[in-house]
C-alpha cells in the first residue's frame, strides 16, 4: 500500500519567494536558514561564557612549561610554538652530526660568496678612476690624459686642438709654473709644439678614441663648417652623458657590492665564532659582541702532557 501511496500525484510544494519589491535585498531566508543561523550564534555564545568563567576563575600563579615556547597568534587566537622552539625541536631530530656537516658547508659557501665578492670589486676598481676626496657616485674629476701626435707647426696644432677642447701642454704649465719651468719646456724637443712631432693632451674618455681622431684627421684636411661643428659638439655631448651614467652606474654597483660583503663577512664571523665555541676546555667572554663583529672569547690555557 505505502507505494501506491506514493505513486499517487500530489501537488508540489513552493516555498514563498522573496517579493518582488525586496529582490535587492536577496533570497528570502526560510526558516532552516534561520535555525542554523541561531544555533550558531547560540554555540559561541555558550562558548564565550565559558571562557569567562575560566578567566575568573584563573589562578595568577598559574604557570606551564609550554608557555616558554608558544605564543598566541594574533589573528586566530590559539597557541602555537615559537621559531626558536621549532628550530630546536628540528635540530634534535637532525641529530648533532648531521647540523655540524650542515655548518661547515654554510661556512664553505660564505667564504666562496666573500671571495667572489672582491674578485669582482677589483675588476670593478680597475675599470675605474678613483678620486678618493669624494664619495661614490659624486662627480669626480678624471685627470688622465690621452696624448696624440699630430704633425706640423704650433699655430696648426693649437688651431686643431681649440677646435676639439683640447689644451696643449705649454698653455697649462705657464698657468701653474714661471719662467724656469717654460725654459725647460721650450729646451725639450719631444714636447715643443715645433717639432715635428708634437705631443699634445687632451682629455681622454673611454668611448671618444675614434670620434676625436676621425675629428683631427678631418681637420687637418679642411676647416669645418657651422653646421658641421655642431653636430660634433651633440655627439660628443651625448656620448659624454653616456659615459657619466655608466660611470655612476658602475660606482653605484661596486658600493653595493661592497655592502653586501661587508654583511657576509659579519655572518662569517659569527658562524666560525660559533664553530669555535663547540672546543673544548673552559672559556670566558673577553669583548662583547655587537651587529659588526662577534664577541671574543678566551680559553684557559692548559698543560701539553
Do not use: C
Not at 651633440?234 to 658602475?250: A, D, H, W
Amino acid at each position: 500500500m505505502s507505494s501506491l501511496r506514493n505513486a499517487i500525484k500530489r501537488v508540489t510544494h513552493k516555498e514563498r519567494a522573496q517579493p518582488t519589491a525586496r529582490k535587492h535585498l536577496g533570497l528570502l531566508e526560510k526558516h532552516s536558514d534561520y535555525k542554523q543561523r541561531a544555533n550558531n550564534f547560540h554555540k559561541k555564545e555558550k562558548r564565550i561564557k565559558a571562557l569567562n568563567e575560566r578567566a575568573h576563575n584563573r589562578n595568577p600563579d598559574e604557570f606551564y612549561m609550554a608557555m616558554n615556547s608558544s605564543q598566541v597568534d594574533a589573528k586566530t587566537g590559539q597557541h602555537k610554538k615559537t621559531d626558536a622552539a621549532l628550530l630546536r625541536e628540528n635540530m634534535a631530530e637532525l641529530g648533532a652530526d648531521a647540523i655540524k656537516v650542515m655548518k661547515t658547508q654554510d661556512l664553505k659557501y660564505l667564504r666562496a660568496v666573500v671571495s667572489r665578492d672582491k674578485k669582482k670589486e677589483e675588476r670593478l676598481r680597475s675599470s675605474l678612476h678613483f678620486d678618493h676626496t669624494q664619495e661614490y657616485g659624486e662627480e669626480v674629476q678624471r685627470k688622465n690624459k690621452k696624448t696624440l701626435f699630430v704633425d706640423g707647426t704650433e699655430k696648426d696644432a693649437k688651431k686643431v686642438l681649440r677646435q676639439n677642447g683640447g689644451v696643449l701642454w705649454d698653455e697649462e704649465e705657464e698657468e701653474g709654473k714661471g719662467e724656469e719651468d717654460d725654459n725647460d719646456f721650450d729646451n725639450d724637443s719631444s714636447l715643443n709644439p715645433q717639432h715635428e712631432s708634437a705631443v699634445v693632451s687632451e682629455p681622454a674618455s673611454d668611448d671618444e678614441y675614434d670620434l676625436d681622431i676621425s675629428t683631427l684627421r678631418a681637420a687637418n684636411k679642411k676647416p669645418k663648417t657651422e653646421a658641421e661643428l655642431k653636430k660634433i659638439n651633440r655627439r660628443q655631448t651625448k656620448i659624454k652623458k653616456r659615459i657619466e651614467k655608466n660611470r655612476l652606474k658602475s660606482y653605484a654597483e661596486l658600493r653595493n657590492r661592497e655592502e653586501r660583503r661587508q654583511k657576509v663577512e659579519v655572518a662569517l664571523a659569527y658562524m666560525e665564532t660559533e664553530k669555535n665555541m663547540n672546543a673544548k676546555g673552559a672559556k670566558r667572554k673577553v669583548v662583547e659582541g655587537d651587529s659588526t663583529k662577534p664577541p671574543v672569547y678566551k680559553w684557559r690555557r692548559k698543560r701539553a702532557k
